[in-house]
């Protein structure tokens, strides 16, 4: 098993993780705003991306929009490294040359890796999740060990695992859609001599695999929100809103429509854009970096 893109694909996703945060802020506040049968949580305090950014700076100061980026770091370290060293590593076992690679094993490679990883590392997303919320960040505790000790303690093991099912639903449908639309925009763009493996491939291909994996995936990106959010004590003593991701989906429309499934879908993609742009772009660079160290 080749261990470079497990090494480049951590590095990259913490370098496009640190440059994107406050976007995913404003996306996490609207995401869990307006919800009917959860009196904290019905007002509609924000009207739009850059609304959220200005009243959150204003009120909470600038330093809010980067609640919870520790553990976003140490989230994109582990989940960032296992996705995309097992995506290379799956596309390695189902097709043996890379030059025939093929959609189909593209997105397979990308929804496995995706799944397996994102379900590893979901207590890393809860806590995340709960910072960015204000909802809850106030009462938790400085210090990564001692913030993921209180979920344990109040919570149990589940609420580590709140929403695992949701967040595996996403990121098999975010890296199954970018990843394999990335190396496939970048492999029709070679072949038919439309650009060189050069900046502006990878810019472009990132670009589109940045908006498809945006449209595909802010619904469940909702629901996931959603369900980390919800606080459960060990003895279930909290009011339980929703009661799996499909109940919470349902809810979800039922109470504010088809489209409440896109909320956030300007900053999931304003941040989607950028991040996949950064991080395939930075990954393209490390793989360069190497050839030019090994290079006499």
Not at 71 to 82: D, E, H, M, S
Not at 100 to 122: D, E, F, P, R, Y
Request: charged share 20%.
């Amino acid at each position: 098993m080749d261990w470079k893109p497990f090494l480049y694909g951590g590095l990259a996703s913490m370098t496009a993780e640190l440059g994107t945060f406050p976007i995913d802020t404003t996306k996490t506040r609207l995401q869990i705003q307006g919800q009917v049968i959860e009196a904290s949580l019905k007002q509609l305090r924000y009207k739009g991306m850059f609304h959220a950014v200005f009243k959150i700076s204003r009120e909470e100061g600038i330093q809010a929009l980067y609640s919870g980026i520790k553990p976003a770091l140490l989230r994109q370290a582990t989940y960032g490294t296992i996705k995309i060293g097992l995506y290379h590593w799956i596309k390695t076992i189902l097709v043996n040359d890379p030059k025939n690679q093929t959609l189909l094993s593209n997105m397979i490679s990308g929804v496995s890796a995706g799944a397996i990883s994102s379900s590893i590392c979901n207590p890393t997303d809860v806590l995340k999740v709960r910072l960015q919320s204000k909802t809850h960040s106030s009462h938790y505790p400085p210090g990564l060990i001692a913030s993921f000790a209180y979920i344990y303690q109040h919570e149990g093991f589940r609420g580590l695992y709140r929403g695992v099912g949701a967040t595996a639903q996403r990121a098999a449908v975010v890296a199954g859609l970018e990843l394999s639309a990335y190396d496939y925009t970048k492999k029709l763009l070679i072949d038919h001599n439309l650009l060189s493996d050069n900046a502006a491939t990878h810019f472009l291909a990132s670009f589109l695999a940045g908006f498809i994996g945006a449209l595909g995936s802010n619904p469940i990106d909702v629901i996931k929100t959603r369900m980390m959010n919800q606080e459960i004590s060990q003895s279930g003593v909290k009011n339980i809103i929703y009661r799996g991701s499909l109940d919470c989906a349902l809810q979800t429309i039922r109470y504010e429509g088809f489209f409440a499934l896109y909320k956030g879908f300007v900053p999931t993609f304003v941040r989607l854009g950028p991040w996949n742009i950064i991080f395939f772009m930075s990954y393209e660079q490390f793989k360069i970096l190497e050839k030019k160290i090994k290079e006499p």
